[in-house]
C-alpha cells in the first residue's frame, strides 16, 4: 500500500508517487509501514495501527533548490501551504564518502572528509532549522510547520543505496573497503527554536512517532540499506552543532558494532536456553516490581500509583501497560535508561495502535525526569543525553527488538562523564554510579519537585577525580 502524499513540486517523491494531488493523509505513515514489511508480523501489526484517533498525519513531500527531498509532517490538514518553493541559490553537493572494515573487530568506519564544511554553531537568527521568513531563507522554505525531515546536505552517507554491493565484497580481507552508500536526514522536532523534545505535548510528539515510523518504513525498503537508525544528540556537552531541536536518520549500509554484538548476543541466548533474549530480558526487570503498579506516565501527578511503591533495588523507572523503561543491569553511562515495548517488535514500523498511543506519555516523562536530574530546586538544569533507537537490521526481525537507549553524559550537575583511557582505548567502560542507585533517582524525580535532592550530596559522586581514573586506580 503506497502511501498518497501531496507533491510541491510535481516532481517524483522517494517513492516514485509522481502526480499525487491534494492533500491526503491518513495514516499516510502507516501505510508505509505495511508497504516496508520488515516483517510478516511487522505488516500486520502495522495495518491495525492505521487507525490515528488524535486525527491522522499529513505527509507532504517537497525538493529543495538543490534537489534533496523534504517532508512535511501535521496533524490533520496542514493549517498553512506546505508547498513553498525553496528560493535559495544552492548548488548541489556531490557529497562522496567511504566505508572501511577494520580488520582487527569487523567494524564500519565512514570516511567522509567533505563535511569538514558543515554549518557550525550558526547563531539563532541564522537557524537552518528554523522556518524560513522574509528575507531570511532557511532548510525549511515554509513560514511554520509541525515536524519536518530534509536529506542532510553534508550527508556522512549518500548516494542511491543499492547501486553498489553492500557491504563491500571481502576480495581482500585486510581492506574490505566501498563506497558509502546510505541516507542522512534530519528531523526537526518542532519550528520553536528553543523548545526541547521534552517541551512537546504529546500529540506532537505522537507526530514525532509517525515520522520515524514513516522513514523507517521508506528507508528500509531501500536496497542495500541493512538499518535505520533514528536518533536524538541534545545538548553541545555531546557536541550539537545546531541547537534548534531535531534528531537525525540514518540508513545504514551496513550492520554497526553494538547491533553486530547484539545478534551474537541474542543467537547465543537462543541456543542456550531457546528463547528470546530481549523477551526474557524485558520479563526479568518488570518482574521486580511484581504485579504492582502500573507507573502514572505523569510526572506531575504521581498520586495513586507511584513507582516509589517499588522495591528499593529493582532497576524500572516506568512500567506501563505497553512499555517499559529500565536502568540495564550493566549500564555503561551514569544515567541511561532502556526504554522496551513489553511485546517485541523489530522496529517502529511493528507497533500497534495501543503501544503508539501510550508511548508519548512514556517517552515524554522519561525525557522530563533527565532534565529534573540536576537541577536545583526550582531551576532546572537541562540533561545533555544521546537518545538511541535500535531497531532490526535487515535479516534480523526475528530476534532483534526495537528499543531505546536513552543516556546522558552529565555524571553531576558540573561534571560529565569523558570517554577516556578504557572507554575510548578499549571500549571498556567504569561507571561511578550504580544502576540501582540511577533508577532510584529517576524514580524520585519523577515525583513532587521537592523531591529532587542535589546529586553533590549522593555517596555515588567521585568530586574530586574522573569516572575512568578512579577506576584505573582501583585496578591497581
Ligand atoms: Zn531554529
Redesign the pocket.
Known amino acids: 500500500m503506497a502511501p498518497t502524499v501531496t507533491d510541491a513540486t510535481g516532481q517524483p517523491g522517494a517513492n516514485g508517487s509522481a502526480g499525487a494531488s491534494g492533500t491526503a493523509a491518513a495514516s499516510g505513515t502507516t501505510g508505509t509501514a505495511a508497504s516496508a514489511g520488515s516483517s510478516a508480523q511487522a505488516g500486520a501489526d502495522a495495518q491495525a495501527g492505521t487507525s490515528r484517533q488524535a486525527g491522522a498525519t499529513t505527509r507532504t513531500v517537497t525538493e529543495l533548490a538543490d534537489g534533496r527531498e523534504l517532508i512535511y509532517y501535521d496533524r490533520g490538514t496542514p493549517p498553512t501551504a506546505r508547498a513553498v518553493a525553496d528560493l535559495r541559490p544552492l548548488d548541489a553537493v556531490a557529497p562522496s564518502s567511504e566505508v572501511r572494515q577494520d580488520p582487527m573487530t569487523g567494524a564500519w568506519v565512514t570516511v567522509a572528509a567533505h563535511r569538514q564544511a558543515r554549518t557550525y554553531h550558526p547563531p ?1 537568527d541564522e ?4 522556518p524560513s521568513r522574509e528575507g531570511r531563507l ?1 532548510e525549511i522554505p515554509a513560514g511554520d510547520y509541525q515536524v519536518a525531515v530534509f536529506e542532510n546536505r553534508f550527508p556522512s552517507l549518500a548516494g542511491e543505496p543499492g547501486t553498489h554491493p553492500v557491504p563491500p565484497a571481502l576480495d581482500d580481507p585486510l581492506h574490505s573497503r566501498g563506497p558509502g552508500i546510505g541516507r542522512c536526514e534530519v528531523v526537526c522536532f518542532t519550528a520553536d ?1 528553543d523548545a526541547s523534545f521534552a517541551d512537546l505535548d504529546e500529540d506532537h510528539a505522537r507526530l514525532v512517532l509517525d515520522a520515524w515510523t514513516d522513514r523507517t518504513a521508506e528507508l528500509s525498503a531501500l536496497p542495500g540499506v541493512r538499518q535505520v537508525y533514528c536518533f536524538e544528540n541534545r545538548g553541545t556537552e555531546i557536541g550539537v552543532t ?3 531541536p531535531h534528531g537525525q536518520v540514518y540508513a545504514l549500509p551496513f550492520v554497526p558494532p553494538r547491533t553486530a554484538k547484539m545478534i551474537d548476543r541474542a543467537a547465543r541466548h537462543r541456543a542456550a536456553t531457546g528463547r528470546n533474549l530481549f523477551d526474557d530480558l524485558v520479563a526479568a526487570e518488570r518482574a521486580s516490581v511484581g504485579s504492582g503498579p502500573v507507573a502514572s506516565a505523569s510526572a506531575d501527578s504521581p498520586a495513586g500509583n507511584s513507582p516509589s511503591d517499588y522495591p528499593e533495588d529493582s532497576r524500572v523507572v516506568l512500567a506501563g501497560e505497553y512499555w517499559t523503561a529500565f536502568v540495564p543491569f550493566a549500564a555503561r553511562w551514569p544515567y541511561e535508561v532502556h526504554l522496551f515495548p513489553n511485546r517485541r517488535v523489530p522496529d517502529f514500523t511493528g507497533l500497534n495502535e495501543d503501544e503508539r498511543a501510550e508511548f508519548p506519555r512514556i517517552y515524554l516523562d522519561l525525557l522530563r525526569r533527565f532534565d529534573r536530574l540536576f537541577g536545583d530546586g526550582d531551576q532546572q538544569v537541562r540533561a545533555p543525553y544521546i537518545a538511541a533507537w535500535h531497531q532490526a537490521p535487515a535479516g534480523h526481525e526475528d530476534e532483534l527488538a526495537l528499543h531505546l537507549e536513552l543516556f546522558t553524559v552529565r555524571r553531576t550537575a558540573d561534571k560529565l562523564k569523558y570517554l577516556a583511557g578504557t572507554e575510548s582505548g578499549m571500549e571498556a567502560f567504569m561507571n561511578d554510579v550504580a544502576p540501582e542507585f540511577a533508577a532510584r533517582r529517576l524514580r524520585e524525580v519523577g515525583q513532587a519537585p521537592a523531591a529532587a535532592s542535589n546529586p553533590e550530596t549522593t555517596p555515588d559522586t567521585t568530586p574530586e577525580t574522573t569516572a575512568d581514573t578512579t577506576a584505573e586506580e582501583a585496578q591497581r
Do not use: D, Q, R
Not at 127 to 130: F, G, S, T, V
Open positions: 539563532a537557524c537552518p532549522l528554523c532557511s527554536h545546531l541547537a534548534h
